[in-house]
């Protein structure tokens, strides 16, 4: 499958200076990840959220997935937006919870357990995962279940090439990703408004799409913890409570995984989840969304469906009744 | 301590005290969430109203104009509990703070979150249970407001307490409203519900009690 090269480039969008001063530093990065690892070009993750990160700056190496759409702002939303609007009841049920009270959570070490149905099984590192992909960004449409939206560079890796070095097995017809469970440092996790810990999951097809994304930074820094550092997933075509954070653990799975939110309310959340303005949720429309740092009095714009990037994914559902697998 | 009206007290008349001190302090508390959400809108005095402020507003005026109402709601029981009587004179002013707040709510809706789609407006109000709960709860408060001046209490008499009970159903379609549109996190919604449940089972206490207290003196009478 082909993708558009981005008609803006990220050095253009972004006003942010330390984001123009970033290509100075991936020299050095580079150069030393090179020494220390004895291979140069190796993507080495920083120990702490919002440092550099090092990763592919040729727009032709990195597949950029903003799939241009008319009439639709696609100005990415700045980093204070992306960073104080979070939905991760982990922390809290507000949307500024997370970004108040992520910082107690220790991302490092961090471990990432594998099972099911593949060969390569077992507990990895996330420096393990990490390393062998090189980092390329990604600035996707994201949209709430909510009715709102965002425009967001990520940075990480397709989540194909992660599942894929697990050599998956013939039965491996879902992938189910959990999300860190420690009440301790996630206060939000000490009240039961949903059940813990964060399920998510994906039919391996659309897993192995190249659009799934693994998100490991924001901006071309390290992705805060209250965007669900230090491992996220990024679906871009389904709401954004598919996109689970903070990932401890990934099974491939024959039948098709609980989900959290379905689980809690199955009349309103399905299993795929798909960006569809004509499905509305029982309570909502879904036709339109506000797209947060619109101008104050045009915030609502149309929602595409799957959130733009229908001709990208659309083939996925061929024959499927998207109104009853919402 | 009962004040009699009229009854001189440190040189003001309860009428006075009322008109010329605690009334004004009320309506310029009154005025405090829409200053506070003012700043926070032009991000004055350090106040923010976040990334989402058209959802800031929405919910803060929504939030404001339900308190209103459970204040207005709770003259009766500290008036009786306190036998603070004169209270009852701050009761329309809550009751119509109550009625702006839920105004500008709706306002931001229609103004800030739809643009002015009036069909969007429609549609939300027929086809969203929880839009059309919280607009009819808007609408009731309608005729309250216009009937909340000295002479239409005059001229209803009797019919306006009648038609002024329709508060315990605005407050119970107001906080239904805020509960329905949560995604899961019910707790605050149902904290005020506890709230106006206290509120109005003291009422039904209070009626039944007056009514055996009553029963009891009639007894007494033809015995």
Known sequence: ?326 | MIDAPNQPRRGLTVERRYRWIVKPIVFVAGLVPLGWMVCALFGWFGFSAGVDPVKFLELENGKTALIFLLLTLLITPVRDLARQPQLLRLRRMLGLFAFFYALVHFSVYVVLDLDFDWRMVGADILKRPYITVGFTALVLLVPLAVTSTNRMMRRLGRRWIRLHRLIYAIAALGIWHYYWQEKIDVRTPIRYALVLAVLLGYRLVRSRWLRRMVDRRRGAVTA
């Open chain 1, 1 to 326: 499958m082909r993708f558009r090269i981005p008609a803006i480039a990220p050095s253009e969008i972004t006003p942010s200076e330390t984001y123009f001063g970033r290509r100075a530093f991936l020299a050095g990065a580079l150069a030393a990840a090179g020494t220390a690892l004895g291979r140069a070009g190796a993507a080495v993750l920083p120990p702490r959220a919002g440092l550099p990160l090092a990763y592919s700056q040729d727009a032709a190496d990195s597949v950029d997935a903003l799939v241009h759409a008319p009439n639709q702002n696609e100005t990415p939303n700045t980093w204070d937006q992306i960073t104080h609007y979070n939905n991760y009841y982990e922390f809290g049920t507000g949307k500024t919870d997370p970004a108040a009270y992520a910082g107690q959570l220790q991302v490092r070490p961090w471990n990432i357990a594998v099972a099911g149905e593949a060969e390569v099984t077992g507990h990895f590192a996330l420096e393990d995962f990490v390393k062998p992909y090189a980092l390329e960004e990604r600035i996707y449409r994201f949209r709430c279940v909510e009715a709102w939206s965002m425009v967001i560079p990520w940075v990480g890796f397709p989540l194909a090439r992660l599942l894929q070095q697990f050599k998956p097995t013939s039965r491996a017809k879902y992938v189910a990703f959990d999300t860190l469970y420690r009440p301790g440092q996630m206060p939000g996790q000490r009240v039961p408004v949903l059940k813990w810990p964060y399920a998510e999951g994906l039919r391996i097809d659309e897993a192995m799409h190249p659009l799934a994304f693994m998100v490991v930074g924001l901006y071309g820094r390290v992705l805060p913890n209250q965007n669900g550092a230090p491992l996220r997933l990024i679906v871009p075509w389904k709401y954004g409570f598919k996109s689970i954070k903070a990932i401890v653990r990934i099974v491939f799975t024959e039948q098709q995984p609980p989900t959290t939110w379905s689980e809690a309310a199955p009349d309103e959340y399905g299993f795929y989840a798909n960006v569809n303005p004509s499905v509305p949720h029982p309570r909502w429309s879904q036709a339109t969304e506000r797209r947060i740092g619109n101008p104050f009095f045009h915030e609502r714009q149309d929602t595409l469906p799957f959130n733009g990037y229908a001709n990208e994914v659309a083939g996925l559902y061929a024959g499927m009744n998207l109104r009853r697998y919402f």
